[in-house]
């Protein structure tokens, strides 16, 4: 069965600081992989999603991703945090199949200090 | 376009009581899945609708159940309430099945079973 990774619970990090937010897959097969964003008391949001085609995909807001299909990774990355960034972050697999459901994994809160 | 409306967004029941959540989908989109996290842990997929009929089903016991309505709204029922089932309820509709489509997620029911 397909099963996501989130390494890192907590990942604290300074204003203006880079960060790196680690997802790992468990699936030989192709996937689809996303990572959704959840502000406190409210529900996901869709930051970025890979579908097919370029391994490196990018958000509106600064994030991006790249697919290691060789790592069974989807890491998530940002040069440059805001404060505004702080939130959960979930990474998910769709494997395609027959339920069609997302996969999350435990999710990574990002806490961006001053 | 309106996004996904849940309704209650809180909720408090009694153990071994019954409960309804509503779910307004996407304008547009026809499929609803629904989901439940966990304090502190990703969601879970509980199951999925698609034009009026279920379509795959999550690792959960048969007193969660469903409904998908013409109008491509959604409820989600549950039955004999165990304190576990405490929980962010939350509810996503996408324009066809396959999360490569896109799910907008709604804010979610907060349920708490005492």
């Known amino acids: 069965a397909q099963s996501v990774t989130q390494l890192d619970s907590q990942v604290p990090v300074f204003e203006e600081a880079p960060v790196e937010l680690r997802c790992n897959y468990s699936?030989?097969?192709?996937?689809?992989l996303f990572w959704y964003v959840q502000y406190p008391n409210q529900g996901l949001q869709l930051l970025l999603k890979?579908?097919?085609?370029?391994?490196l995909v990018e958000s509106i807001n600064g994030f991006e991703a790249e697919f290691n299909k060789s790592q069974t990774s989807f890491h998530l990355r940002k040069p440059s945090v805001h404060i505004s960034d702080t939130a959960e972050y979930f990474c998910?697999?769709?494997?395609?199949?027959?339920?069609?459901?997302?996969?999350f994994g435990t999710g990574t809160l990002l806490a961006v200090q001053p | 376009e309106t996004g996904v409306t849940q309704s209650p967004t809180h909720l408090i029941k009694t153990r071994g009581q019954q409960v309804t959540l509503r779910c307004s989908s996407q304008?547009?989109?026809?499929?609803v899945s629904w989901y439940q996290q966990a304090l502190g842990q990703g969601p879970q997929f509980i199951f999925q609708?698609?034009?009026?009929?279920?379509?795959g089903r999550g690792n959960f016991p048969p007193r969660f159940s469903g409904l998908q309505f013409p109008n491509y709204s959604s409820e989600l029922n549950v039955n004999a309430l165990e304190l576990d089932d405490s929980a962010l309820y939350l509810c996503?509709?996408?324009?066809?099945?396959?999360?490569?489509?896109?799910?907008?997620f709604g804010s979610g029911t907060r349920l708490t079973v005492v």
């Open positions: 998910a697999v769709d494997d395609g199949g027959a339920t069609n459901k997302l996969i």
């Open positions: 996503a509709s996408s324009s066809s099945k396959g999360a490569n489509y896109g799910y907008t």
């Open positions: 890979y579908l097919s085609g370029s391994t």
């Open positions: 609708y698609y034009r009026e009929e279920e379509n």
């Open positions: 304008s547009g989109h026809n499929t």
């Open positions: 699936s030989s097969v192709s996937v689809y």
